[in-house]
C-alpha cells in the first residue's frame, strides 16, 4: 500500500528513506459524509503546503524536525464513491505501517477515516486507549440512516475498544441522546481540554494511546477552516498545551482531521494542524 501512493508535496522535513523511518505520515482525503460543509478533502495537502511557514525548531520540546525520522507518504488515492472500500484502504496502511514497526500519523479528510485507523491499531494494541478531542460527540448509533459517518465515527470506535476506553474532551454539540449515551459510557469531558486531560492522564500511562484530534475542537474563531464549526471552543493555544500534556505516554498512533480549507482564506486552521502535527511528530509519537 505504502509503494503505492505518491506525494504530491511533502511535509516539512520529510526524510526520503521510509525503510529508515520511525513514523509515517500519510493523508486520507475522504470527504463522502460531510453534513454541512465539504471541502475535508483539501486537507492532507493544505496541511502540508502550510507546514512550510513554520520553523522546524519547537522551542517547547527544544527539538527539530531534522532530529526526528518520519517519512511523509502522500495520500491515499481513495474510492470516493464507495466508501466502505476506501476504509479497507485507511485500515490496510494503518495494518502495514504498524506491522513494519512504525507509529502512524493520519491527515484526514473526514473524521470516519478514525474508525478503520483504530481498528487496525486495536488489532496490534488490544488494550488501546483511544483519546479524543473534538467539538462533537459523534455517538450517533446512525445519521440519516447511515452507520457509517462522521456523525457515527466514535459510536463506532467505543463499539470496537469498549466505552471506557474512549476519553472524549472538549465537547460541546450532540442531540440530548449522545449526551446521555457519553455521560454513561464513555469517558465524557465536555467543554474543557487541560483540566480533565490532567485528570485522566494517570489513567493513561502504560497504555497504548491513540490520538484523534478533529480541528473543530478550537473555536471557529481559531479554525474557521472546517466542515461543522462550533462556537464555544477552546483557543488554539489550549490545544497545543494539551498536546504537549501527552508527552512521555505511550502514543502508537494519531490523526489530525475535518480541515477543510476552502473555508478559511486565511489559512490559519491549516497552519494549526500543521504546527500540531509537528508537534506531535517532535514530542509526542
Not at 210 to 231: F, N, R, W
Amino acid at each position: 500500500m505504502l509503494e503505492r501512493i505518491k506525494p504530491n508535496c511533502r511535509f516539512l522535513a520529510s526524510g526520503e528513506d521510509l525503510s529508515r523511518a520511525r513514523i509515517v505520515m500519510a493523508g486520507a482525503p475522504l470527504d463522502v459524509t460531510a453534513s454541512f460543509r465539504p471541502g475535508a478533502r483539501e486537507g492532507p495537502t493544505a496541511i502540508r503546503l502550510a507546514s512550510a511557514c513554520l520553523e522546524t525548531y519547537s522551542s517547547k520540546f527544544d527539538r527539530d524536525l531534522e532530529e526526528v525520522q518520519f517519512f511523509d507518504a502522500g495520500d491515499l488515492e481513495l474510492v470516493g464513491a464507495d466508501p466502505e472500500q476506501s476504509l479497507r484502504q485507511v485500515e490496510e496502511l494503518i495494518h502495514e505501517v504498524v506491522a513494519a514497526g512504525k507509529k502512524p500519523l493520519l491527515l484526514g479528510g473526514e473524521h470516519l477515516v478514525t474508525l478503520p485507523a483504530v481498528e487496525a491499531m486495536f488489532s496490534a494494541y488490544p488494550n488501546l486507549a483511544v483519546v479524543q478531542m473534538d467539538a462533537h460527540a459523534d455517538l450517533r448509533p446512525e445519521y440519516l440512516g447511515q452507520a457509517l459517518s462522521h456523525a457515527t465515527v466514535m459510536y463506532g470506535v467505543a463499539t470496537k475498544v469498549g466505552a471506557k476506553n474512549l476519553f472524549q474532551l472538549g465537547i460541546r454539540s450532540g442531540v440530548r441522546e449522545e449526551w446521555q449515551w457519553g455521560g454513561q459510557h464513555t469517558n465524557f469531558y465536555p467543554y474543557q481540554l487541560l483540566a480533565p486531560l490532567a485528570q485522566i492522564k494517570p489513567q493513561l500511562v502504560d497504555r497504548p494511546i491513540y490520538l484523534t484530534v478533529d480541528i473543530d475542537v478550537v473555536d471557529p474563531a481559531y479554525a474557521p477552516g472546517t466542515g461543522s464549526p462550533e462556537p464555544e471552543g477552546v483557543t488554539a493555544e489550549e490545544l497545543l498545551q494539551a498536546i504537549r500534556i501527552l508527552a512521555g505516554l505511550k502514543v502508537v498512533g494519531a490523526d489530525i482531521v475535518e480541515v477543510a480549507p476552502a473555508w478559511d482564506p486565511s489559512q490559519r486552521t491549516a497552519l494549526l494542524a500543521a504546527k500540531i502535527a509537528r508537534e506531535l511528530l517532535l514530542g509526542v509519537l
